[in-house]
């Protein structure tokens, strides 16, 4: 069996990468995960156009993106009835460990516009330039910097907060009450 090249390598290192972009464009875990699937085979069988000296981890999320939209698309032409339809709800609700605020932050991203939604994942969570994720979103740089703003102040604004330090200060709040040895507070 052949030795895998640097480039096989540097795709399975991107994988976490893969997956919480994924999430992005995917609410159920195995979805994210299909199009991750999706996306590494796309890019293992084109791997001949990848171009040497560009960045592999922004041609596989160009990849991605482009593959969910297309998915998107054809589910649209194919569904028998409206997206939302009961009969594609789970029964129950996945139970989650997270606790109650960060629930409220995933929600309110999730509310976020996909466009908004997607350089903020990119920019916020995954570390990706300015430059790279405009090239992954096929937009100038001036739209990415704008679309990031508008996604940050769309949180803000599902949350309730008029700014990123009100989010901060409860948890001060918290922690700079004093009680006295009975559990009353002084």
């Known amino acids: 069996m052949p030795n895998p090249s640097a480039e096989e390598i540097s795709i399975v290192d991107l994988i976490p990468a893969l997956r919480a972009f994924a999430r992005?464009?995917?609410r159920v875990p195995d979805d994210a995960d299909d199009l991750v699937q999706e996306t590494l085979s796309k890019g293992l069988a084109n791997l001949d156009k990848f171009e040497p000296g560009t960045r592999l981890k922004s041609w596989l999320f160009t990849i991605m993106r482009n593959t969910h939209y297309t998915r998107v698309k054809a589910a649209a032409r194919e569904a028998p009835g409206l997206l939302d339809c009961a009969s594609s709800r789970p029964i129950s609700e996945p139970s989650q460990d997270w606790s109650v605020q960060s629930r409220e932050v995933h929600q309110?991203?999730?509310?976020?516009?996909?466009?908004?939604?997607?350089?903020?994942?990119?920019i916020g969570v995954l570390g990706v330039s300015y430059e790279e994720t405009a090239q992954i979103c096929g937009c100038a740089v001036g739209t990415v910097k704008s679309r990031l703003n508008r996604a940050r102040a769309g949180v803000l604004e599902f949350l309730g907060e008029s700014s990123p330090?009100?989010?901060?200060?409860?948890?001060?709040?918290?922690?700079?009450n004093h009680w006295d040895t009975e559990g009353a507070r002084r």
């Open 165 to 176: 330090q009100a989010l901060i200060e409860p948890r001060r709040q918290l922690s700079d």
């Open 24 to 26: 992005t464009f995917c």
């Open 108 to 122: 309110a991203i999730q509310k976020l516009p996909s466009h908004q939604r997607e350089v903020l994942m990119l």
